[in-house]
């Protein structure tokens, strides 16, 4: 590091506007957890960032932007600030409990259940035909959760002329809004960016795979946690990886 | 539209940006309104300067404000002002947006403005006074045209030094200094402005 006594002052405004290089900003960011007094340099060149957009260009919003904006959020449940608060679990079956108190939706919701079940065993069977490796059609690449995220898994879809793919996503959590989901084609020990995404708050995504190059060129494929719109290396946490 | 900021519960437009984020975790959409009021032009602004597009800048500002509806209880006040944070979230989203198009702006033509244009609301917010806004435009103005460019490249399109470097044909040593220079003669300038 090029600073006097190992701190990183210097090299602070870059990696508060981002544009550090993913070694470099690993660095900085080793040295800002354990040193305070470089962490309060650090917030003064975040008050500054947050400044420099006021001396930009500035154009009006459209009138009808608001209204579009609110009614998408009344129209969207809003997520309770407090988890639940300790109410007893109630277990799985307790709606079925309920079903004699009242006929006429207890019929409803069996042949509902019913309706479910043969569905899922016709998705199941469907699930078993896909399920090798390359099929006619499409290349599938699972991935697995990675450290602490075991139960997450992943699946890549890719056409059989390699050009296009997808990426589903179950069960990773969700991120702060500063942060992202970012996807790496890996070839070679090059990651390539293969685009950013965040999911549901069910922990499910759908990520459409925007590459230059035929996806079937890459080796794996790996996830990992990003600053939002993603760096231009991997920096973060993998959480998902997998390969052919 | 104004019939809607009229209806406006008076308390909601004097809160605090703290208190408003604590509004909108509780599910009032009036507050969300308040904090547009006060933050929207300056998301759709910086939108607009990164993708150039009226129709993305707009997406990226709704996308904005709906993560603040769905993610308000996750602010931390310790980590920065609300403001900062909400410019943080915007900056990333339109630099996504830039990088998901592929788009690598020619000319990097930024327009820094020097003053207050005539375009400016007439009446300015509360976070955004006439005199405030000044200031920086005045500092920005100050600074060597070369360091505005460079910033501009960081701020706006999210280049990293390399890329700027590449982008000017200008030696990697200089971009990072000019860079540095800039941030620290901004930071020197605009310390007093809190």
Redesign the interface.
Known sequence: MPEKKNHVV?WL??Y??????AEEKQKVEQHLSECAACRKEL?????????????????????Q??????R???G?P??S??APAASPRRPWYAPLLQLNRQPLWGIVSLLLIFGLLVSNLLLWQRLQQLQSPRSDHFIQVPLAGTGSLSTASGLIVISANGRYGTLVADELPTL???Q?YQLWLIRDDQRT?G??FSVEDSGYAVHYI?S?EPLLQYTAFGVTVE????S?GPTGEKVLGGSF | ?KA?RSSLLPAYTEMDDAALLQAI???Q?AA??AL??RY???V???A??VLSE?AA??EV??DV??????????YDGQL??V???L???A???S??GL??R?ARPEGHQ????DGL?T???PVESQV?TAE??GR??Q??ARLPQEQRDA?AL???Y?????E?AAARGEPLGTV?TR??L???K??QE??A??
């Open positions: 210097d405004p870059a508060t506007l981002g544009s550090l290089e917030r003064s060149y975040q008050a500054v960032m947050a400044q420099i957009p006021l001396a930009a260009r500035e154009y009006a919003p459209p009138p932007l608001r209204t579009a904006i609110l998408q959020v009344e969207r809003h997520p600030p407090a702060d809004p500063s992202q960016d685009g950013t925007h230059s600053p939002a719109g993603g231009p | 539209m809607d975790t509780a599910g959409s969300l309104a547009y009021d929207g032009r300056l759709y602004s910086l607009m300067n009226p800048a707009e500002t709704q404000f709906v993560q603040v509806w769905d993610k308000a209880s996750r920065g002002k403001s900062s944070w410019i943080g979230i900056r990333n989203r630099i996504d990088r998901r592929n930024m327009l820094w403005e244009s375009n400016d609301p955004e405030r806004k920086i435009r500092a920005m910033l960081a701020f706006f999210g280049y990293t030094h390399q700027i990072k860079i540095r800039a941030m620290q901004l930071r605009l310390g402005i809190k």
